[in-house]
């Protein structure tokens, strides 16, 4: 029987296992030289079109993994992962917005911010690197990294040299992250191999050379390089944007007809697969992804090729906090992403191989040369779980709200031009009296309750394309509420240049505008979430609010939070914020990962937009597996 061949065999080869460092197994191929000693990089063979690693050719072999998306405890596991099973090359995206502090400054430090640390620990476990600083990433991930102060101007245009408030904005990062990664080079004996110069530029409707070049000039004055792209395999994400001496990154290149393309754009440099999926992400509302056989075969022809690849997502990690993006290409319905970016990778949200693993790594072994031989793979990351409790009435969600805005607005502002990202705001109109009438907004973004005089009349929902609702018949003049929630920036299409939070536009009441409205933030930022006293008593009307448990915890493992019972907000343990819950799917489980607990007591903090009374909760060992049961669905299959 082949090893992986069920979801109990991975399970013993777990259990079977040591956690093996750099230098547990004898005879270990070290495809990295020690540390500290420069190597030459490039490209040569036939035609320049193959990758030469001290003079010879050189196969990526590629996991994306992004350390942002990952507890900064666990990269040194999930590098491993990656390393026992053949691969040789880490792939990582850097998420500018999430590295850029409000006072301008940058964190590149503290938590999994440390990008210098997560090359370090690359480079020490043996793995080369293709670094992908941006800046923009895509990546499923908010605004697609970049910052979403950009959008206060309404004419706002990114990824050009068009706007200067964009081109200033990304000069600064880009300089930032530079000094950062710069003495990882491996020209300077550090593991970075290549830098990605744009990413799928060729997708964008906007194709602005200059911006390419700009970007090429910037990274080799900065003495970066070599350099690659990342691009659709067709005629029409390759034309225009290929560079001279830049190599061709396919998203994805799975066949001989991928490779001839990209060859006759660029002739004379190499060409990868520079993001091979082995699934696909998920939004909010969609069925699960369901895993299948043909990434698997993907990598036994590349393999047989000996072409290069890098798995996208080899580990896909969580959209913690207000990081998951959206997608909305062209006039289809606004999608937003999944707090769990899992993505039927073959190491799970957890760092759990699956059966795709375990056959991708028969494949790749079995083509390495016999004295190549890798690390076992690291024992499971232990799991705990955690018995039902009920968490605590703490406040409504309407009973803790910070000043209003002074003034009032003709038309309502919104979120990005006072500096808020996501989160929720509050907007308030006065309606005069009439018949029933139709309220429409020209942009509800992304979730909203609309109350008149403080009765909940209905919810809107952008998926649904859903910017009206049916205002009751007044005999005086009403008050007007309406919560908006913003959920993900759009992450891709230029599309993202008008995805601003909140309401954007006119709001109509039977065709005519309403206006006076006053604001009210509620970021939901981590402190004020902590720090939010004890209200009075739930509403009777508002719908919403705060829970608050505290639980004691022996020893601290992963766990995974069942919100099932739960229907749609946030939940922060010890004030880091785990992500937004939605009942409608498919994810009704949050990863809270063992470093994120402590040892004694540990409190949850619940933000529901619906819910007033507490329900129970409580953590599962597995995302897919009840307690006291045996596992037996395949790991990528259940939520």
């Known amino acids: ?125 043996g793995m080369w690197v293709l670094f992908r600083p941006g800046p923009y990433v895509c990546g499923e991930w908010d605004f697609g990294g970049i910052p979403s102060y950009l959008l206060k101007d309404p004419k706002a245009k990114i990824r050009t040299t068009e706007d200067a408030n964009f081109m200033k904005a990304q000069t600064r990062y880009l300089e930032a992250i530079a000094k950062v990664a710069e003495p990882y080079l491996a020209k300077h004996g550090g593991p970075i191999l290549m830098t990605q110069l744009e990413n799928e530029y060729g997708s964008y409707q906007r194709k602005d050379r200059k911006y390419l070049e700009w970007l090429h000039d910037f990274w080799t004055k900065k003495g970066f390089g070599p350099f690659y792209m990342s691009d659709g395999a067709s005629d029409y994400h390759l034309k225009d944007v290929v560079m001279p001496g830049v190599a061709i990154g396919l998203d994805p290149g799975l066949d001989d007809g991928a490779w001839n393309v990209a060859n006759k754009h660029n002739p004379d440099v190499p060409v990868f697969s520079s993001e091979t999926y082995p699934g696909w992400l998920r939004h909010w509302g969609e069925g699960n992804w369901q895993p299948t056989a043909r990434t698997v075969q993907d990598v036994r022809w590349f393999m047989d090729k000996g072409r290069s690849f890098s798995l996208f997502m080899f580990h896909g990690g969580t959209n913690f906090g207000f990081t998951a993006g959206a997608n909305r290409n062209g006039n289809d319905p ?20 699956t059966q795709a693993y375990g056959q991708m790594r028969d494949i790749i072994l079995k083509k390495l040369p016999a004295d190549a031989a890798v690390p076992q793979v690291p024992a499971q990351i232990p799991s705990v779980e955690i018995a039902e409790f009920t968490p605590a009435w703490h406040a409504g969600l309407w009973d803790n709200l910070p000043n209003t805005f002074s003034g009032t607005f003709d038309t309502p502002p919104y979120f990005e031009q006072w500096g808020q990202n996501q989160g929720i705001a509050i907007y308030k109109a006065q309606l005069p009296a009439g ?26 929902d952008r998926r649904l394309r859903q910017n009206s609702i049916d205002i009751p018949a007044r005999t005086q003049n009403a008050e007007l509420e309406i919560l908006v929630e913003a959920m993900g920036h759009v992450n891709f299409h230029i599309n993202m240049e008008s995805d601003r939070k909140g309401l954007f536009g006119a709001v109509k009441l039977g065709g005519r505008d309403v206006k006076g409205w006053k604001v009210t933030p509620l970021p939901l930022d981590a402190s004020s979430v902590a720090k939010a006293p004890k209200g009075k008593a739930p509403s009777a ?19 995974f939070l069942d919100m099932s019972k739960y229907t749609k907000g946030y939940v922060w343990v010890n004030g880091v914020n785990m992500g937004r819950y939605w009942n409608i799917g498919p994810q009704l489980r949050l990863y809270i990962p063992a470093p994120y607990l402590k040892p004694g007591k540990n409190r949850i903090d619940i933000i529901d937009l619906h819910d007033t009374a507490p329900k129970p909760l409580r953590g599962m060992p597995e995302r897919n597996k009840e307690p006291g049961t045996v596992q037996t669905k395949n790991l990528n299959n259940a939520w």
């Open 1 to 125: 029987m082949k090893r992986y061949a069920c979801a109990a065999g991975v399970a013993a080869l777990m259990a079977s296992a040591a956690w093996a460092g750099p230098d547990a197994v004898t005879n270990v191929e070290r495809p990295l030289p020690e540390k500290g000693t420069p190597v030459r990089f490039g490209f040569g063979g036939e035609k320049n079109q193959e990758f030469m690693l001290n003079g010879k050719p050189f196969q990526l072999r590629g996991a994306e993994m992004h350390p942002q998306r990952i507890p900064r405890e666990y990269w040194r596991h999930r590098i491993r992962m990656a390393r026992a099973m053949g691969l040789n090359t880490v792939a990582f995206y850097t998420f500018w917005n999430d590295f850029e502090q409000p006072d301008g400054s940058f964190d590149f430090r503290t938590g999994n911010r440390d990008i210098g640390e997560f090359l370090k620990i690359c480079q020490e476990e």
């Open 334 to 353: 606004y999608q937003p992403d999944l707090t769990s970016y899992d993505y039927g990778a073959p190491v799970d949200e957890q760092g759990r191989p």
């Open 435 to 460: 018949p029933a009438e139709k309220l429409v907004m020209e942009n509800m973004n992304d979730y909203a309750q609309v109350y008149v005089d403080g009765k909940l009349i209905g919810t809107l």
């Open 541 to 559: 009307n508002r719908a919403g609010a705060h829970f608050r448990a505290e639980i004691d915890i022996a020893q601290p493992k992963d766990t």
